[in-house]
C-alpha cells in the first residue's frame, strides 16, 4: 500500500497559535497561554480556558539552542531554568478532540500551541 493512503482522512483538524513576547501580563487573556506567577518571574502556569493544565510537556529552547524538556505539576506551574543571557522560548501544545468551528469552517478536532519568549540578562 503507498505511503500516501496513510496520510488520507476525512477528519479535519485545525491549529490554533498563541504566541507572546514577555513575562509581564499575569493574567491570562487568550486561550491557552503561560501566565508568569508574578512580572518577570520564570515560573509560569500553563492554562487552557483559564484553568491550569496540570502534568503537561513543555519545551525550553535556551539561548544556547539546547532543549530542555519539562512537565508541569499538579497545580499547572513549571519553572524555566535560566542559567544563561539570551532569548529564551518556550512552548507547549494541547490537541482537543470534539467538533467545532474555526474560521467559518467545521473541524473534528483542535490542536493548540502555545509559545513565550522572553530576555535574560
Given at each position: 500500500m503507498p505511503a500516501w493512503k496513510f496520510w488520507k482522512s476525512p477528519k479535519k483538524q485545525a491549529a490554533k497559535l498563541f504566541a507572546k513576547a514577555g513575562?509581564?501580563?499575569?493574567?491570562?487573556k487568550t486561550d491557552f497561554e503561560f501566565v508568569p506567577v508574578s512580572a518577570q518571574s520564570n515560573t509560569m502556569t500553563l492554562t487552557y480556558?483559564?484553568?491550569?493544565?496540570?502534568?503537561?510537556?513543555?519545551?525550553?529552547?535556551?539561548?544556547?539552542?539546547?532543549?530542555?524538556?519539562?512537565?508541569?505539576?499538579?497545580?499547572?506551574?513549571?519553572?524555566?531554568?535560566?542559567?544563561?543571557?539570551?532569548?529564551?522560548?518556550?512552548?507547549?501544545?494541547?490537541?482537543?478532540?470534539?467538533e467545532t468551528v474555526i474560521a467559518g469552517h467545521n473541524v473534528d478536532s483542535t490542536y493548540n500551541i502555545t509559545s513565550i519568549t522572553f530576555w535574560v540578562d
Open positions: 513575562r509581564n501580563e499575569t493574567h491570562s480556558l483559564n484553568t491550569p493544565v496540570k502534568e503537561h510537556a513543555v519545551v525550553v529552547l535556551t539561548p544556547n539552542k539546547e532543549q530542555i524538556k519539562l512537565s508541569t505539576d499538579q497545580q499547572g506551574n513549571m519553572t524555566v531554568p535560566t542559567k544563561e543571557t539570551g532569548l529564551y522560548v518556550v512552548s507547549s501544545d494541547y490537541p482537543m478532540a470534539g
